[in-house]
């Protein structure tokens, strides 16, 4: 099967409403266990999107907790988008409630970890970032509108060395 015979169906199929209850049980777990078997250099999911392991502070536990995520690279690997869609559920993701208590945290990017700094995006620069993000992937609409709350956005940047 073509490649952009699979993006396409991938992309119908991630906006229906199965999906958006399956896939947060089923995708995290399966990159979890994909990303440990490979020494973090691959991510199952990241065969159609770009990809992260977050590693942050939990926000009530203080404990560190890794998530799977998908993401919008830029600068060629030094700042990285995530998108707090929770797969087009109402209620905001729960990494998303621990970069605003710990914005330091880490991503394993291509195998490196890399420390990095995250920041909510707001007003002017998170409708340019969403503009981009639905190029990028326009899935992001259908869960933006799915939901009454409006999706957040973090630009990771990584700190130096």
């Not at 981009?132 to 609409?141: D, G, R, S």
Request: glycine share 8%; charged share 20%; net charge positive.
């Amino acid at each position: 099967m073509p490649a952009a015979l699979v993006v396409r169906l991938v992309r119908k199929v991630s906006c229906t409403r199965l999906f958006a209850k399956v896939a947060p049980h089923v995708i995290p777990a399966l990159d979890r266990g994909v990303h440990r078997l490979t020494g973090g250099k691959f991510l199952l999911s990241a065969q159609l999107l770009p990809g992260v392991i977050l590693t942050s502070t939990g926000a009530r536990t203080g404990r560190p907790r890794r998530t799977p995520l998908a993401c919008m690279p830029e600068e060629e690997g030094r700042t990285w988008i995530l998108i707090g869609s929770n797969f087009g559920r109402p209620g905001h993701p729960a990494w998303t409630h621990n970069l605003l208590a710990h914005p330091e945290a880490s991503v394993s990017w291509k195998g490196r970890d890399v420390p990095v700094s995250a920041r909510l995006l707001t007003g002017a620069e998170r409708d340019t970032v969403w503009q981009a993000l639905l190029a990028f992937w326009p899935p992001y609409a259908t869960y933006q509108a799915r939901v009454e709350r409006e999706i957040r956005l973090f630009r990771l940047t990584g700190n130096p060395d």
